[in-house]
């Protein structure tokens, strides 16, 4: 197929799953905002390197959306006895972040380039990480000219402050965020944003999950429509 000289190329977005997701039940969950950008976005999946044992009786704070959703991941453990997390669990130290990065440096090389990344809940949480090492220019190949966050968190294990500290990400960010959002709420969500004086906010009244209403499109739209070629 022949382009015409004023064709836009879809910007290419990395999508980083949350816990207990893995990359195709996060690409069915966000067919709505794939639906609504399918003209200016390219979403591409990856899994998270570690396979999580069957939820026990005890409660953890995320829980797949279905009985029948299989292959659960997380990007790292709160509870490394148990091999499980929780976003308020404060811990002194945690297990699986570095074989996170690293499956996200493989991603880019087999992979990229990409514009921008987006990540949902510890998927977020570990967006705004990978976002501090690039402000840092600690990772070379880390090169994106945007993230959108959504449901993010500064993680509560002491392990993962430096990532937080003396540091303002000059990246450009969309937070969103629900209003009524139970796993994660919205002031956990908000207290990201000093970390990025550039950040863009979409709050929505809804609970935890992607908004990707008509009403939404405007605001993904005119954050998205700066990165176009």
């Given at each position: 197929?022949?382009?015409?000289?004023?064709?836009?190329l879809?910007?290419?977005i990395l999508c980083i799953?949350g816990?207990?997701?893995?990359?195709s039940?996060?690409?069915?969950?966000?067919?709505?905002?794939r639906?609504?950008l399918k003209k200016?976005?390219?979403?591409l999946y990856?899994?998270?390197?570690?396979?999580?044992?069957?939820?026990?009786?005890?409660?953890e704070?995320e829980k797949?959306?279905?009985?029948?959703?299989?292959?659960?991941?997380?990007w790292?453990?709160?509870?490394?006895?148990a091999r499980?997390?929780d976003?308020?669990?404060?811990c002194?130290s945690?297990?699986?972040?570095?074989?996170?990065?690293e499956?996200?440096?493989?991603?880019l090389?087999?992979?990229?380039p990409?514009?921008?990344?987006?990540?949902?809940s510890?998927?977020?949480?570990?967006v705004a990480?990978l976002?501090?090492l690039?402000?840092?220019?600690?990772?070379?190949?880390?090169?994106?000219?945007f993230?959108v966050?959504?449901?993010?968190?500064?993680?509560?294990?002491?392990?993962h402050?430096?990532?937080?500290?003396?540091?303002?990400?000059?990246?450009?960010?969309?937070?969103?965020?629900g209003?009524?959002?139970?796993?994660?709420?919205?002031?956990?969500?908000?207290?990201?944003?000093?970390?990025?004086?550039?950040?863009?906010?979409l709050?929505?009244?809804?609970?935890?999950?992607i908004?990707?209403a008509s009403?939404h499109?405007?605001?993904?739209?005119?954050?998205l429509?700066?990165?176009?070629?």
């Open positions: 197929m022949i382009m015409s000289k004023d064709a836009v879809p910007l290419r799953h816990y207990r997701q893995n990359s039940s996060f690409r069915e969950k966000t067919g709505a905002l639906k609504l200016q976005v390219e979403f990856i899994n998270a390197p570690h396979q999580l044992p069957p939820i026990s009786n005890s409660q704070q797949p959306a279905s009985a029948g959703d299989e292959d659960q991941r997380g790292w453990f709160s509870n490394v006895q499980s997390f976003a308020r669990q404060e002194e945690s297990l699986g972040l570095e074989e996170s990065v499956a996200v440096r493989v991603a090389k087999d992979q990229g990409f514009d921008g990344i987006l990540g949902f510890q998927g977020a949480a570990l990480m976002c501090a690039q402000e840092r220019k600690l990772e070379p190949i880390f090169n994106f000219r993230a966050l959504v449901a993010g968190f500064l993680s509560a294990c002491a392990q402050q430096h990532f937080y500290e003396n540091l303002n990400i000059t990246l450009p960010s969309l937070h969103v965020f209003q009524e959002d139970k796993v994660i709420p919205e002031q956990m969500s908000r207290e990201l944003l000093p970390m990025f004086p550039r950040a863009h906010v709050s929505h009244p809804g609970g935890h999950f908004p990707a009403a499109r405007p605001i993904y739209q005119e954050f429509q700066r990165f176009q070629q």
